[in-house]
């Protein structure tokens, strides 16, 4: 139980190359979309009986399934209530370079996010608008921390995550590989509406206390801004990200197929 919970800790994931995904939504599409990742099934007896289909699935991909009491599952949890049920999976290995080599039509880059809950609702909108793949900078919160991954509700599962990259070198290779980058930006002259979103394009978005540093937005091609109608201030990081990629979405950018295999 104790080298379960030490998972929340990112030296020790960094170590064994593991982390948690915690909760039915989040074993869900792990069982479903990439049962290779997944080293250990917990379940208690409750749990087990309500999301039956998942333990099903689980079962029938031959993966190790562990009863536990819901007294040791919560030892094991990072999340006050994990809902009885927990994994222990491999983090993959994505490579920014197969992902353009894959030709995709958008990403979407965080630069400096370091807000769990951010970063992941960030990563569940890519998911749900279609992205190809999600790069998070150097400097910016771990993307298989536990509360990063319950935030993305599975979708961490569905698509490439590319983690560890300074951002100049985000830039230089999405550059490289013909990805217009398109920094968001309150700062930019053109609005969401009024940019050409067909071509294969990557949106860079900033810490979600003061945004793009004036050095990660110089190096955008463009500057785009949502438009705000009304009297608020400005959006959050993750409903402007949102926008943004739907925006993307609605000019038939993106895949809508999750990867499978390792």
């Known amino acids: 139980m104790r080298s379960v919970r030490s998972l929340a800790q990112k030296s020790v994931r960094a170590r064994q190359g593991l982390f948690l995904a915690e909760g039915p939504p989040a074993v869900r599409e792990a069982v479903r979309w990439r049962p290779d990742l997944v080293r250990d099934l917990y379940v208690t007896d409750e749990a087990g009986q309500r999301y039956a289909e998942i ?9 190790a399934i562990r009863a536990v009491g819901a007294d040791s599952l919560a030892a094991m949890a990072d999340a006050q209530t994990p809902q009885g049920m927990l994994a222990v999976c491999r983090i993959p290995v994505a490579d920014l370079d197969e992902v353009l080599a894959a030709g995709p039509r958008v990403l979407c880059v965080l630069a400096h996010v370091r807000d769990p809950g951010n970063a992941g609702t960030v990563i569940r909108a890519a998911d ?7 790069v998070v900078s150097e400097g910016s919160v771990d993307a298989y921390a536990p509360k990063v991954v319950r935030s993305t509700a599975g979708s961490l599962f569905h698509l490439p995550v590319v983690s560890g990259m300074p951002v100049p070198a985000i830039v230089d290779r999405l550059r490289a590989a013909g990805v217009t980058v398109l920094a968001a930006d309150g700062a930019g002259e053109r609005t969401v509406d009024e940019v050409d979103l067909r071509r294969p394009h990557a949106w860079l978005f900033g810490n979600e206390a003061w945004g793009l540093s004036p050095e990660d937005r110089g190096l955008a091609d463009d500057v785009v801004r949502v438009p705000i109608h009304g009297r ?3 959006l959050n990081l993750a409903m402007a990200a949102t926008v943004c990629l739907y925006a993307s979405a609605r000019h038939g950018a993106g895949s809508a197929d999750p990867p499978t295999g390792p």
């Open 55 to 63: 333990v099903g699935a689980a079962a029938d991909a031959g993966l």
């Open 128 to 134: 749900a608008a279609g992205a190809d793949a999600v």
């Open 232 to 234: 608020a201030e400005s």
